[in-house]
Protein backbone atom coordinates (compact mmCIF):
# COMPACT_ATOMS: atom_id res chain seq x y z
CA UNK A 1 0.00 0.00 0.00
CA UNK A 2 1.77 3.16 -1.09
CA UNK A 3 -0.32 6.09 -0.29
CA UNK A 4 2.05 9.11 -0.95
CA UNK A 5 4.39 9.27 -3.62
CA UNK A 6 8.13 10.26 -3.43
CA UNK A 7 9.77 10.30 0.02
CA UNK A 8 10.70 13.03 2.19
CA UNK A 9 13.55 11.42 3.81
CA UNK A 10 15.82 11.41 0.98
CA UNK A 11 18.25 8.44 1.44
CA UNK A 12 20.98 8.71 -0.31
CA UNK A 13 20.87 5.14 -1.60
CA UNK A 14 17.17 5.37 -2.06
CA UNK A 15 15.87 2.32 -4.42
CA UNK A 16 12.99 4.37 -5.53
CA UNK A 17 15.27 5.94 -7.78
CA UNK A 18 15.71 3.21 -10.39
CA UNK A 19 14.54 3.82 -13.13
CA UNK A 20 11.93 0.86 -13.59
CA UNK A 21 9.87 2.61 -11.22
CA UNK A 22 8.96 5.96 -12.87
CA UNK A 23 8.95 7.68 -10.46
CA UNK A 24 10.81 10.53 -11.68
CA UNK A 25 12.61 12.91 -8.78
CA UNK A 26 12.32 11.66 -5.18
CA UNK A 27 11.60 14.79 -3.58
CA UNK A 28 8.73 16.00 -6.23
CA UNK A 29 5.93 14.63 -3.04
CA UNK A 30 2.81 13.83 -4.05
CA UNK A 31 0.16 11.71 -2.10
CA UNK A 32 -3.52 10.03 -3.67
CA UNK A 33 -6.16 12.14 -2.38
CA UNK A 34 -8.59 9.45 -2.89
CA UNK A 35 -6.45 6.64 -1.59
CA UNK A 36 -8.81 6.39 1.66
CA UNK A 37 -11.76 6.02 -0.30
CA UNK A 38 -10.08 3.20 -2.49
CA UNK A 39 -9.40 0.93 0.16
CA UNK A 40 -12.52 1.66 1.87
CA UNK A 41 -13.93 -0.03 -1.59
CA UNK A 42 -11.44 -2.35 -1.83
CA UNK A 43 -11.31 -3.44 1.73
CA UNK A 44 -15.47 -4.20 1.78
CA UNK A 45 -15.32 -6.16 -1.09
CA UNK A 46 -11.85 -8.86 0.32
CA UNK A 47 -13.87 -12.00 2.15
CA UNK A 48 -9.86 -13.48 3.00
CA UNK A 49 -7.80 -11.16 4.50
CA UNK A 50 -4.12 -11.18 3.83
CA UNK A 51 -1.56 -8.98 5.46
CA UNK A 52 -1.22 -5.25 4.16
CA UNK A 53 2.22 -3.63 3.82
CA UNK A 54 3.70 -0.71 3.15
CA UNK A 55 6.42 1.26 3.69
CA UNK A 56 8.51 -0.21 0.24
CA UNK A 57 8.65 2.72 -2.19
CA UNK A 58 8.11 5.71 0.13
CA UNK A 59 7.98 5.98 3.88
CA UNK A 60 4.63 6.26 5.55
CA UNK A 61 5.62 8.02 8.59
CA UNK A 62 7.55 10.42 6.82
CA UNK A 63 7.12 14.29 7.60
CA UNK A 64 3.64 15.10 5.66
CA UNK A 65 2.45 12.66 7.58
CA UNK A 66 2.16 14.33 10.71
CA UNK A 67 -0.26 16.97 8.88
CA UNK A 68 -1.90 14.86 6.45
CA UNK A 69 -2.98 11.66 8.46
CA UNK A 70 -3.30 9.40 5.55
CA UNK A 71 -1.70 6.27 6.84
CA UNK A 72 -3.45 7.17 10.43
CA UNK A 73 -6.59 6.68 8.11
CA UNK A 74 -5.42 4.06 6.48
CA UNK A 75 -4.66 2.16 9.55
CA UNK A 76 -8.59 3.04 11.05
CA UNK A 77 -9.92 1.46 8.25
CA UNK A 78 -7.87 -1.49 8.29
CA UNK A 79 -8.68 -2.04 11.86
CA UNK A 80 -12.27 -1.73 11.39
CA UNK A 81 -11.81 -4.41 8.73
CA UNK A 82 -9.62 -6.66 11.29
CA UNK A 83 -6.74 -6.80 8.32
CA UNK A 84 -3.54 -7.75 9.45
CA UNK A 85 -0.65 -4.90 8.74
CA UNK A 86 3.10 -4.68 8.44
CA UNK A 87 4.55 -1.48 8.06
CA UNK A 88 8.45 -0.44 7.45
CA UNK A 89 9.88 2.78 8.14
CA UNK A 90 12.10 4.98 9.39
CA UNK A 91 9.85 7.56 11.35
CA UNK A 92 9.18 8.04 14.49
CA UNK A 93 5.91 9.26 13.81
CA UNK A 94 5.02 5.65 14.34
CA UNK A 95 4.47 5.79 17.61
CA UNK A 96 2.03 8.43 16.84
CA UNK A 97 -0.15 5.60 15.88
CA UNK A 98 -0.10 3.27 18.87
CA UNK A 99 -3.43 3.10 19.82
CA UNK A 100 -4.75 1.96 16.49
CA UNK A 101 -1.84 -0.47 16.11
CA UNK A 102 -2.38 -2.42 19.75
CA UNK A 103 -6.08 -2.87 18.21
CA UNK A 104 -4.88 -3.99 14.85
CA UNK A 105 -2.63 -6.17 16.66
CA UNK A 106 -5.45 -8.18 18.02
CA UNK A 107 -5.41 -9.15 14.66
CA UNK A 108 -2.16 -9.12 13.72
CA UNK A 109 0.04 -5.75 13.49
CA UNK A 110 3.85 -5.50 12.90
CA UNK A 111 6.39 -2.38 12.90
CA UNK A 112 9.75 -2.60 10.81
CA UNK A 113 12.56 -0.11 11.74
CA UNK A 114 15.21 0.84 9.30
CA UNK A 115 18.04 1.34 11.32
CA UNK A 116 21.22 1.05 9.18
CA UNK A 117 24.34 2.30 11.57
CA UNK A 118 24.32 3.18 15.18
CA UNK A 119 26.61 6.59 14.65
CA UNK A 120 23.74 9.41 14.09
CA UNK A 121 25.92 11.78 12.51
CA UNK A 122 26.51 9.10 9.66
CA UNK A 123 22.44 8.44 9.67
CA UNK A 124 22.02 12.33 9.30
CA UNK A 125 24.54 12.58 6.12
CA UNK A 126 23.06 9.15 4.25
CA UNK A 127 19.28 9.72 5.29
CA UNK A 128 19.34 13.42 5.83
CA UNK A 129 15.79 13.59 5.82
CA UNK A 130 14.89 11.00 8.84
CA UNK A 131 14.95 10.64 12.40
CA UNK A 132 18.88 10.03 13.38
CA UNK A 133 19.07 6.10 14.44
CA UNK A 134 18.72 7.16 18.43
CA UNK A 135 15.21 8.41 17.61
CA UNK A 136 13.93 5.46 15.71
CA UNK A 137 15.46 3.15 18.57
CA UNK A 138 13.79 5.21 21.00
CA UNK A 139 10.44 4.97 19.09
CA UNK A 140 11.06 1.17 18.95
CA UNK A 141 11.32 1.01 22.71
CA UNK A 142 8.60 3.06 23.37
CA UNK A 143 6.35 0.29 20.54
CA UNK A 144 7.53 -2.66 22.28
CA UNK A 145 6.86 -1.17 25.73
CA UNK A 146 2.89 -0.51 24.46
CA UNK A 147 3.46 -4.36 23.65
CA UNK A 148 3.80 -3.83 19.67
CA UNK A 149 5.20 -6.90 18.05
CA UNK A 150 8.06 -4.43 16.33
CA UNK A 151 11.69 -5.10 15.46
CA UNK A 152 14.50 -3.79 12.86
CA UNK A 153 16.18 -4.46 9.43
CA UNK A 154 19.54 -3.49 9.10
CA UNK A 155 19.61 -2.88 5.36
CA UNK A 156 20.98 -1.23 3.05
CA UNK A 157 24.46 -1.21 4.20
CA UNK A 158 27.05 0.41 2.01
CA UNK A 159 30.09 -0.64 1.13
CA UNK A 160 33.18 1.14 2.86
CA UNK A 161 30.64 3.54 4.80
CA UNK A 162 28.50 1.32 6.99
CA UNK A 163 29.80 -1.70 6.46
CA UNK A 164 32.15 -2.04 9.99
CA UNK A 165 32.06 -4.82 11.85
CA UNK A 166 31.90 -3.11 15.74
CA UNK A 167 29.43 -0.54 14.42
CA UNK A 168 27.00 -2.93 13.35
CA UNK A 169 28.19 -5.09 16.22
CA UNK A 170 26.88 -2.06 18.38
CA UNK A 171 23.75 -1.61 16.35
CA UNK A 172 22.82 -5.08 17.36
CA UNK A 173 23.07 -4.92 20.64
CA UNK A 174 21.24 -1.44 21.01
CA UNK A 175 18.48 -2.96 18.98
CA UNK A 176 18.89 -5.24 21.91
CA UNK A 177 18.39 -3.15 24.82
CA UNK A 178 15.66 -1.62 22.97
CA UNK A 179 13.65 -4.76 23.55
CA UNK A 180 13.64 -5.35 19.72
CA UNK A 181 10.64 -8.41 18.71
CA UNK A 182 13.52 -9.51 15.82
CA UNK A 183 16.30 -7.97 14.00
CA UNK A 184 17.00 -8.76 9.79
CA UNK A 185 20.19 -8.27 8.61
CA UNK A 186 20.59 -7.80 4.56
CA UNK A 187 24.25 -6.78 4.29
CA UNK A 188 24.12 -5.41 0.69
CA UNK A 189 22.79 -2.79 -1.25
CA UNK A 190 20.78 -2.40 -4.89
CA UNK A 191 22.46 0.14 -7.45
CA UNK A 192 20.42 0.20 -10.32
CA UNK A 193 19.55 2.45 -12.93
CA UNK A 194 18.77 5.84 -11.74
CA UNK A 195 19.53 5.02 -8.32
CA UNK A 196 23.24 4.77 -9.23
CA UNK A 197 24.02 7.68 -10.64
CA UNK A 198 22.30 9.56 -7.71
CA UNK A 199 24.20 7.86 -5.03
CA UNK A 200 27.17 8.18 -6.99
CA UNK A 201 26.70 11.84 -7.41
CA UNK A 202 26.34 11.75 -3.85
CA UNK A 203 29.25 10.07 -2.79
CA UNK A 204 30.87 12.60 -4.80
CA UNK A 205 29.86 15.15 -2.73
CA UNK A 206 29.59 13.40 1.09
CA UNK A 207 32.73 10.69 0.74
CA UNK A 208 35.28 12.19 -2.19
CA UNK A 209 37.28 9.45 -3.57
CA UNK A 210 34.93 6.63 -2.78
CA UNK A 211 33.37 6.44 -6.41
CA UNK A 212 35.72 5.47 -7.97
CA UNK A 213 36.02 2.78 -5.89
CA UNK A 214 32.48 1.15 -6.40
CA UNK A 215 32.75 1.90 -10.27
CA UNK A 216 35.78 -0.64 -9.48
CA UNK A 217 34.32 -3.16 -7.91
CA UNK A 218 30.87 -2.98 -9.24
CA UNK A 219 30.56 -1.54 -12.46
CA UNK A 220 27.37 -1.99 -13.64
CA UNK A 221 26.32 -4.79 -11.29
CA UNK A 222 22.87 -4.65 -9.80
CA UNK A 223 24.01 -5.09 -6.55
CA UNK A 224 26.87 -3.99 -4.37
CA UNK A 225 27.77 -6.27 -1.31
CA UNK A 226 30.01 -5.54 0.72
CA UNK A 227 33.48 -6.41 0.18
CA UNK A 228 33.51 -8.65 4.31
CA UNK A 229 29.74 -9.39 3.91
CA UNK A 230 30.58 -13.38 4.60
CA UNK A 231 32.10 -12.31 7.72
CA UNK A 232 29.76 -9.66 8.50
CA UNK A 233 26.39 -12.29 7.87
CA UNK A 234 28.55 -14.44 10.04
CA UNK A 235 29.47 -12.40 12.92
CA UNK A 236 26.42 -10.89 13.14
CA UNK A 237 24.31 -14.11 12.80
CA UNK A 238 26.87 -15.40 15.74
CA UNK A 239 25.97 -11.95 17.78
CA UNK A 240 22.00 -12.38 17.79
CA UNK A 241 22.48 -16.49 18.28
CA UNK A 242 24.11 -15.00 21.58
CA UNK A 243 21.89 -12.48 22.49
CA UNK A 244 18.85 -15.08 21.45
CA UNK A 245 17.45 -12.31 18.94
CA UNK A 246 15.15 -14.13 16.06
CA UNK A 247 16.30 -13.50 12.32
CA UNK A 248 12.75 -13.44 10.87
CA UNK A 249 9.50 -11.67 11.80
CA UNK A 250 6.69 -14.04 13.05
CA UNK A 251 3.95 -14.48 10.26
CA UNK A 252 0.01 -13.64 10.61
CA UNK A 253 -1.51 -17.32 10.18
CA UNK A 254 -5.53 -16.29 9.35
CA UNK A 255 -7.50 -15.37 11.75
CA UNK A 256 -7.94 -18.68 13.91
CA UNK A 257 -4.35 -19.08 14.59
CA UNK A 258 -4.30 -16.42 17.33
CA UNK A 259 -0.34 -15.29 16.74
CA UNK A 260 1.52 -15.77 13.64
CA UNK A 261 3.36 -18.52 12.26
CA UNK A 262 2.67 -18.62 8.63
CA UNK A 263 6.15 -19.40 6.60
CA UNK A 264 8.96 -17.00 7.25
CA UNK A 265 8.93 -14.45 5.13
CA UNK A 266 12.39 -12.99 5.53
CA UNK A 267 15.34 -15.19 6.84
S1 LIG B 1 12.88 6.17 3.73
FE1 LIG B 1 12.88 4.49 2.26
S2 LIG B 1 11.64 5.23 0.56
FE2 LIG B 1 12.20 7.02 1.77
S3 LIG B 1 14.05 7.84 0.82
FE3 LIG B 1 14.67 6.43 2.46
S4 LIG B 1 14.97 4.45 1.46
FE4 LIG B 1 13.75 5.74 0.07
Known amino acids: MNLYRGCQHG ?35 IRNPGTVGTG ?18 ALKLLSQYA ?4 IITKGTLVY ?13 SAVTLTITTSKD ?14 SRLRALRLLRD ?18 QVRDLEKLIRLCRDAGTS ?28 LKRRYIRHFGGGYHA ?17 ELSLPHSIPQYNGPSSGLPAQGELFL
Not at 96 to 108: A, P
Not at 146 to 163: K, Q, T
Not at 193 to 201: D, L, P, T, V
Request: charged letters at 25%; a positive charge; glycine letters at 8%.
Open 56 to 73: SMNDPYMPVEGRLKLTRG
Open 225 to 241: HSTQSEVLQRKMQMLMK
Open 83 to 86: FPVH
Open 96 to 108: RDVDILQEIGKTY
Open 182 to 209: YVLFWPWMTLRKGQREYFYGELDRLFPG
Open 11 to 45: CIYCDTRSDCYQIGDLGDLRYKDRALDLLHRDLSR
Open 146 to 163: RGILAGVIISPILPWISD
Open 121 to 134: DLSRKIEPGAPPSS
